[in-house]
């Protein structure tokens, strides 16, 4: 039997693979975590199904649950939000699988920084205005950030940042971006984008805290900074130009 740790998509249950669908379909078992994954989504499993909520569990009790469903000769959806690439704990779920002699599979979902760009209208790689996004996290009350990885270190790079569980403190993020950054940098914050109660709130280092304050957001969102927020302008890529020769 295989475990596939299945990317959910940023919460909105149709923005989901054909491919993700047809895992949860056909899994007898079903991992999740409550705060993330919607019922519209959970309702896509077999009738009868177990489904486990993992917002609780450590990740000895999930790893228990995953060998105990393969060893019963079950196939396993373990819902990730998102994308599994992206701040999804996997490594250290399929390192204990690997462990244990458990076959699985990934499969790729829509991530929250795509859905946060869909919502804002945005390319995130305009040309002529930025052409790199860096996808970092806050590192306060979670797992440090390896030497290197700074959020210094990313503002002072340039390009466009993507920021992960980082809302709670936007008050510091800003701070510390403020040292590499003009206050007239635009950002943009989206809380649970795709789904019905989106919140969408747009404006610079000067007064996107005091907005995301005001909005009272304090989870499941991604702060967007840097000029591709909201560019109305930029030059045209040499992919579509007249002048590149093509064959």
Known sequence: MTVRFVGAGPGAPDLITVRGLRAIATSPVCLYAGSLVGEELLGQCPPHAHKVDTARMTLDEITAALVEAHEAGHDVARLCSGDPAVFSAVAEQTRRLDEAGVPWEIVPGVPAFAAAAAALRTELTVPGVGQSVVLTRDAANATPMPPGESLDVWAAAGGTLVLHLAVQRCTSVVEALLRHRPASEPVAVVARASRDDEVVLRGTLADIA???????????AVIVVGPVVGVAEGCESHLYSAARARP
């Open 210 to 220: 005091e907005k995301v304050a005001d909005a009272g957001v304090l989870r499941t």
